[in-house]
């Protein structure tokens, strides 16, 4: 069973800080990565996306960065807000499959 | 333009009971993912249909199905119910068949607990 490896599982950080999510893969032949932000009682949103021609997508204070080699990706959230606490998940499509596999989620909290 | 709706929200059954979930996708999305959400396993694929047939499935017991209609609304079926299946279910719309390829747009989801 493929898995992806998120870490860390709590995070928190004050604000105006930078947070920082890391997530692991194993093998996969399709090449998107998202990352899905879930507040609660909502379902997961998607957040971003990267496909590994690049090693790094910014949209606003959130980026990926992707090392293809280390099989490895993160997101960084810069300037970080408390309207940011929320639970990420990353995600990689499974080897084989058309389906996402995603990783265990970090729960954000952003302090005042 | 009308998200993911996924009815009921909330959902209280007997261990042996079944249960049918409803998922109605984002207008034009033909693709519909089902994923099983808990504290301890997160969140967990179930099955993806696309254009009214099973294109992948997870490691989920057969008591578990579920069928897409000629509109793309999807239901799941849980038989025999069992106290581990209480969870958040949560459908999941795409464009097309691959959410590698579209990416995934997910409903508020429907807290079932077994009791």
């Known amino acids: 069973q493929q898995q992806v490896k998120q870490s860390p599982q709590s995070l928190i950080v004050q604000k105006g800080g930078i947070s920082i999510i890391n997530c692991a893969y194993e093998?996969?032949?399709?090449?998107?990565f998202p990352w899905y932000q879930q507040f609660p009682g909502k379902g997961p949103a998607l957040l971003i996306a990267i496909r590994p021609d690049v090693s790094e997508k910014k949209e606003g204070r959130f980026t990926i960065s992707f090392n293809k080699s280390a099989k490895q990706f993160s997101l960084h959230i810069m300037d970080s807000q408390p309207g940011d606490s929320a639970t990420y998940f990353c995600a990689a499509p499974y080897s084989s499959a058309s389906k996402i596999i995603f990783g265990s989620g970090t729960r954000l909290s952003i302090r005042p | 333009k009308a998200g993911v709706t996924q009815t009921p929200r909330y959902l209280i059954k007997t261990r042996g009971q079944q249960v049918t979930l409803s998922c109605s996708p984002i207008?034009?999305?033909?693709?519909v993912s089902w994923y099983q959400q808990t504290p301890g396993q997160g969140l967990q694929f179930l099955f993806e249909?696309?254009?009214?047939?099973?294109?992948n499935k997870g490691n989920f017991p057969g008591r578990f199905s579920g069928r897409q209609f000629s509109n793309s609304r999807s239901e799941m079926n849980v038989s025999t119910l069992e106290l581990g299946d209480s969870a958040l279910y949560l459908c999941a719309s795409s464009l097309g068949q691959g959410a590698q390829l579209y990416g995934y747009t997910f409903g508020s989801g429907t807290r079932l607990t077994v009791v």
């Open positions: 249909y696309f254009s009214e047939t099973q294109r």
């Open positions: 207008s034009g999305h033909r693709s």
């Open positions: 093998n996969t032949a399709f090449d998107y």
